[in-house]
């Protein structure tokens, strides 16, 4: 995939003046590859195995002519790297899905340059259980576990002194859930979910943590026209 995009914008400085932004956006190179099939010596174990992996790249550049001087130019690269792969077991009852993502930007403006980096993991696991035939239920017990992490680093720099840069944020987050359902009958059904979420900011070398448990009791009923 490729892309370009070309756009012109004017603002009114004064009464009789207007300012003028060129810009442009290119997406190149956009590329994804996917894969899936079924391991031949893991069907007791795998029925069905799918992967992705994307690498996308996108340019932005935005220049503004000046009345006096030189020209207002700055330019935007971000770069990133997408990751899926997905495990399914053997009777569709149980998949593990990993994801991973890193992300570069890079801003060039007047007099300085700033650089962002993020990374963000993902694993989720579900998993149905049969419940025993003397509970007399519609279904089957449904579970969920998710873990969740992303850190982002920001820097700025003076372009005369490249070497030497200030570390603008340094913060992330942890998560991890563990969800369960069921249906308790035809138009009734439960919940339950625990989760513990972590935020840390190293620039202020502060860590906040919560901790959530939740019980829900859905109930759905029809009232008949009125």
Do not use: C
Not at 92 to 112: K, Q, V, Y
Not at 169 to 186: C, E, H, K, V
Request: proline content about 4%; glycine content about 6%; aromatic content about 8%.
């Amino acid at each position: 995939r490729m892309q370009r995009t070309d756009s012109r914008h004017f603002s009114r400085r004064s009464i009789d003046q207007l300012s003028r932004v060129d810009g442009e956006q290119i997406v190149f190179p956009d590329v994804t590859f996917r894969w899936s099939g079924q391991p031949v010596a893991l069907t007791w174990l795998l029925s069905n195995v799918a992967a992705t992996v994307r690498a996308v790249h996108t340019r932005q550049a935005f220049v503004s002519p000046q009345q006096v001087g030189t020209l207002e130019r700055r330019t935007t690269r971000l770069t990133a790297y997408p990751a899926t792969l997905t495990f399914v077991g053997p009777q569709e009852d149980m998949s593990l899905t990993l994801s991973f993502t890193r992300s570069n930007r890079a801003d060039s403006l007047p007099g300085s340059a700033g650089e962002l980096r993020s990374t963000e993991g993902q694993a989720d696991l579900t998993r149905a259980f049969p419940l025993p035939a003397s509970w007399k239920l519609p279904g089957g017990l449904r579970t969920r576990l998710s873990y969740r992490r992303n850190e982002t680093q920001s820097y700025v720099s003076n372009l005369a002194a490249v070497s030497q840069r200030s570390r603008l944020t340094d913060n992330g987050r942890s998560q991890i859930i563990l969800n369960a359902d069921t249906n308790l009958a035809d138009d009734i059904s439960f919940s339950l979910q625990a989760s513990r979420m972590v935020t840390f900011d190293r620039n202020f070398n502060r860590r906040f943590t919560q901790t959530l448990l939740s019980a829900v009791l859905n109930i759905q009923f029809f009232g008949g026209a009125l």
